[in-house]
């Protein structure tokens, strides 16, 4: 009898990971897929060439991507109410700010994205973006960082 419990168990505890594993796949998936509405930030360049990009997609989820290992990462979703503000007000800040575009060693970037419309903004680290695009990175950093679930 217990070496049943135990074989029951133990099928049910694969059976979950191979579920959750399988999930998280089908996501990162859909994130080359993706066409509403999203936010991307992050940094390339530097003495490797390498880069992280944060994605916050419309509806809450929150991906990453790298260059040097080249990979892609499901972090979670987050509330959709809060997401679509952060959107909004990366949409405002790209327009705003369009005419800021530079490179360097290591380059900075904001990318709004709606469907196969992209703005982006980029600053080398050497020089200091606005100071409300400063604070707006900062504030969708925390977002990503602290609010998936």
Not at 14 to 42: F, P, W
Not at 76 to 83: R, V, Y
Request: some cysteine.
């Amino acid at each position: 009898m217990k070496s049943i419990l135990v074989s029951i168990t133990i099928v049910s505890i694969l059976s979950i990971l191979v579920t959750s594993c399988k999930t998280s796949a089908q996501l990162v998936d859909a994130l080359a897929e993706y066409n509403g509405r999203s936010v991307s930030y992050g940094s390339q360049g530097g003495i490797a060439g390498g880069g992280t990009t944060i994605i916050l997609l419309e509806n809450g989820q929150v991906f990453s991507t790298t260059i040097l290992p080249k990979g892609e990462s499901y972090h979670g979703k987050a509330d959709i109410k809060e997401a679509k503000a952060l959107i909004d007000e990366a949409m405002t800040l790209t327009q705003k700010h369009s005419n800021l575009s530079g490179t360097g060693n290591m380059t900075y970037f904001l990318v709004y994205k709606d469907g196969a419309t992209e703005k982006k903004i980029s600053w080398p680290a050497e020089v200091y973006p606005p100071n409300e695009v400063r604070a707006f990175a900062q504030k969708l950093n925390e977002f990503t960082q602290t609010k998936t679930k």
